[in-house]
């Protein structure tokens, strides 16, 4: 896995653009930030809801790591090389899902019914 195939995924999503923040790469949704990727190009984090990131910390701990903002725990931290592919796109998914208005979500889930 590296940043052309993370830069793929999020961007075959419905109205997604990419960004400058900071010092990152953002992904977003008319918007609102669903992905960040550090200049190092070596990780993505990607902002899901607390059950994901526990998912995705079980079932990968050597890709995966929790990413706090402070208290919060915000999302999970995926180091790119060696992790399997699909978690990324099921994780990049599942941000874009919670980021995107219902609407949008529900007509790409029309043609996407198997995600």
Same mark, same amino acid.
């Given at each position: ?12 999503? &419905?109205?997604?653009? @990419? ?9 977003? %949704? !008319?918007?609102?930030?669903?992905? /960040? ?23 990968? &701990?050597?890709?995966? @790591? ?9 999302? %999970? !931290?995926?180091?790119?090389?060696? /992790? ?22 529900a ?5 996407n019914?198997?995600?």
């Amino acid at each position: 896995m590296d940043e052309v195939e993370v830069r793929a995924i999020a961007l075959g999503l &419905p109205e997604t653009r @990419e960004q400058p923040h900071f010092a990152m790469t953002s992904f977003r %949704v !008319r918007g609102s930030i669903f992905a /960040t990727m550090p200049a190092e190009r070596d990780s993505v984090h990607v902002f899901v809801p607390e059950e994901d990131v526990h998912n995705a910390v079980a079932e990968q &701990p050597d890709s995966c @790591e929790e990413l706090w903002w402070g208290q919060k725990l915000d999302g %999970v !931290r995926v180091k790119l090389a060696g /992790t399997d592919p699909s978690l990324v796109n099921w994780l990049l998914i599942a941000a874009w899902r919670q980021k995107a208005p219902k609407k949008l979500v529900a007509d790409w889930l029309e043609t996407n019914a198997e995600v």
